[in-house]
């Protein structure tokens, strides 16, 4: 994955020293972690690194990759709901316009 290398290159020629990584899904950091690792990156001693969607594969991969779980369908229902408020040009709840609080499944890479 040439973005990996890019990225990783990125953090190699930075002044300050990086000691997590957040990415935006678990399909970008595990190829990520991987690359880092093969360059002699210890995780998470050297490197936390944690995603976001929980995907089956961070489950398999070692070190096992912490990940940040949404509700879906949470998300979706709220959507739904402030979307019937509006198209009603009713006033939003305030509990609908909170976002869901998002699941931290941890696991060994953070």
């Given at each position: 994955m040439?973005?990996?290398?890019?990225f990783i290159?990125?953090?190699?020629?930075?002044?300050a020293?990086?000691?997590?990584?957040?990415?935006?899904?678990?399909?970008f950091?595990?190829?990520?972690?991987?690359?880092?690792m093969?360059r002699?990156?210890?995780?998470?001693?050297?490197?936390?690194?944690?995603?976001t969607?929980?995907?089956?594969?961070?489950?398999?991969?070692r070190?096992?990759?912490?990940?940040?779980?949404?509700d879906?369908?949470?998300?979706?229902?709220?959507?739904?709901a402030?979307?019937?408020?509006?198209?009603?040009?009713?006033?939003?709840?305030?509990?609908?316009?909170?976002?869901?609080?998002?699941?931290?499944?941890?696991?060994?890479?953070?």
């Amino acid at each position: 994955m040439e973005a990996a290398d890019l990225f990783i290159d990125s953090i190699r020629s930075s002044a300050a020293p990086m000691t997590a990584l957040y990415a935006f899904n678990d399909d970008f950091a595990l190829p990520v972690m991987a690359k880092l690792m093969d360059r002699g990156y210890r995780i998470p001693e050297d490197l936390a690194v944690s995603g976001t969607d929980d995907s089956p594969a961070s489950r398999y991969f070692r070190p096992e990759l912490s990940s940040v779980r949404f509700d879906l369908e949470e998300f979706g229902s709220r959507a739904v709901a402030i979307i019937k408020h509006m198209s009603r040009t009713e006033a939003v709840p305030e509990n609908l316009l909170t976002p869901p609080v998002p699941l931290l499944i941890h696991r060994s890479s953070s």
